[in-house]
């Protein structure tokens, strides 16, 4: 029942997205931006912007750790699945390697029931992250020495 009335609500939000967006100059030489074009009769530019995703993750990183390119570790790598929360900074200092070294990974986010239920099956008993599993190896923790050594396995 939930995700019906999210589903509707996430529709009725779309078309909001749509509606155009004006950029004038007031009399006072100020930018401003509206909804409605300006009533005192000067020229708006009308602006269309683009709708973001809602997800941080660049476009083809999620799902892709089959696709290999030649900087990417080696076929034994699999499917890279990096176990974090909102919150912890550590996490952030992983996502960010991970994206900077072009090694493409699953995110997921502990403290909601899918990733927490995927979590304990995975690390019963621990509660810590961030937690990286990438083919049969895993690591706890996060530093740059850390991450460049676990992968270094799969670049050989």
């Known amino acids: 029942m939930i995700r019906i009335a999210l589903l509707a609500l996430a529709c009725a939000a779309m078309p909001t997205a749509a509606q155009p967006l004006y950029k004038s100059i007031g009399p006072d ?6 909804d409605k074009p ?6 708006p530019s009308q602006l269309h912007l683009k709708v973001a995703p809602p997800s941080a993750t660049p476009p083809g990183a999620v799902g892709k750790a089959a696709d290999k390119k030649p900087d990417s570790p080696g ?5 890279v699945r990096l176990y974090t929360t909102q919150w912890c900074g550590y996490c952030r200092q992983a996502r960010a390697y991970l994206f900077a070294n072009r090694i493409p990974f699953l995110e997921i986010d502990t403290e909601n029931p899918d990733g927490a239920l995927e979590y304990r099956r995975v690390r019963p008993g ?8 990438a083919g049969d190896r895993s ?18």
Request: proline share 7%; net charge positive; glycine share 10%.
């Open 38 to 43: 300006p009533t005192d009769g000067s020229k």
């Open 139 to 156: 690591t706890a923790g996060f530093t740059a020495a850390s991450y460049d050594e676990f992968f270094s396995a799969f670049r050989r």
């Open 75 to 79: 076929p034994a790598l699999g499917m």
């Open 126 to 133: 621990s509660k810590a992250v961030p937690y990286l599993v």
């Open 29 to 34: 030489g100020r930018v401003i931006y509206s």
